[in-house]
């Protein structure tokens, strides 16, 4: 079963907008990964939060986690149009001590971003 | 480096027949995994392994096998191919460092199973 709930299913904006992406999780969790998906293509790694850390930024994605709500945010700003693509929530739910996941992650079902030129 | 790489691209399977298909990683990445996506869906794992030598099952491993004889190398086979195989498999490989972990995806297989 899929470890993640995303929401939106599917968003449609305009260029220069902002983008937000929320996915909700179920197990205790050492990591959440974001992770986006181009048309036909491989998934590309956006960025990784630990389970001690509440917020973080990468260029003009901003990530929040809120581990007593078992959600995570994905904010994009000023969106362009090759930001168009699937974005994933991923959970490392079984990490060791040493907090890697070994590769096994469990994601959610993506929200599809449109952004309109 | 080419990162990780898959093949084939595109493969079509009868009821029954097997096959493999191929990820490698020059990358030197001690962990690999194997996943499908079907439409509309997230990615599910089927098999992972932590090195050479050492594999594991996922979510969804009945109807596949894996063996992992080089750090390099990451084959899934497909034993008995069915419809409800046919899907979008994925390879990928990552690494530990410093607290710090990414993984890389291959460009995928699609599979489609008569």
């Known amino acids: 079963s899929q470890q993640g709930e995303e929401d939106p299913q599917a968003l449609s904006i305009q260029e220069g907008e902002n983008a937000t992406m929320n996915c909700s999780y179920k197990?205790?969790?050492?990591?959440l990964q974001w992770y986006r998906q181009n048309s036909g293509r491989g998934l590309v790694h956006l960025i990784l939060?630990?389970?001690?850390?509440r917020e973080k930024h990468s260029g003009r994605l901003r990530v929040t986690l809120d581990t007593s709500k078992k959600s995570s945010s994905l904010l994009i700003t000023a969106s362009r149009a090759a930001d168009t693509a699937s974005y994933f929530c991923a959970t490392a739910p079984n990490a060791n001590a040493g907090g890697t996941s070994y590769g096994k992650l469990t994601f959610g079902q993506g929200t599809i971003l449109t952004v309109h030129p | 480096n080419a990162g990780v790489t898959q093949t084939p691209k595109f493969q079509v399977l009868k009821t029954g027949q097997s096959m493999t298909l191929q990820c490698a990683q020059d990358?030197?990445?001690?962990?690999m995994s194997w996943y499908r996506q079907d439409p509309g869906m997230g990615l599910r794992l089927i098999h992972y392994s932590v090195g050479a030598g050492i594999t594991d099952q996922g979510e969804v491993p009945n109807g596949y096998n894996v063996s992992r004889s080089t750090t390099e190398d990451f084959p899934l086979r497909l034993l008995s191919a069915a419809p409800s195989q046919t899907s979008v498999y994925f390879c990928a490989s990552s690494y530990s460092q410093g607290g710090k972990e990414t993984q890389y995806f291959g460009p995928g297989t699609r599979l489609l199973v008569l």
């Open positions: 197990t205790s969790i050492n990591n």
């Open positions: 990358m030197n990445h001690e962990y």
């Open positions: 939060i630990r389970s001690n850390e």
